[in-house]
């Protein structure tokens, strides 16, 4: 059983030094198990700087039905445990490279 502690606590500070080191790559993958398929397919995770998190969208349609939704996906994503806090979410209408082939 020590072992299975050891691991997870190697995972929780790789996930500690990725989150210092690149918090917008983090959040996109939270993001993506927040928001779903659907909506990950359309959208991308930009910049977080001081609990705010800008993700952009493949529309201007996409971003306003995302800005009525935005506190129940802060808190799905809040939910999934970042380390640090999202406060709040802006949807932002911007389409470079989004909807790439995600695997």
């Not at 050891?6 to 927040?34: D, F, K, M, V």
């Not at 930009?46 to 935005?70: N, P």
């Amino acid at each position: 059983m020590s072992n299975y502690k050891s691991i997870g606590s190697i995972i929780r500070r790789e996930q500690n030094r990725l989150w210092r080191t690149n918090p917008g790559l983090s959040l996109q993958c939270l993001w993506e198990r927040a928001a779903g398929q659907e909506i990950a397919a359309s959208t991308e995770v930009r910049a977080f700087h001081d609990g705010v998190m800008t993700v952009s969208c493949q529309s201007g349609g996409w971003a306003c039905e995302l800005k009525l939704a935005a506190t129940e996906l802060t808190a799905r994503l809040n939910a999934l445990g970042p380390p640090e806090k999202v406060r709040e979410i802006r949807f932002v209408h911007q389409v470079r490279g989004i909807g790439k082939s995600r695997k």
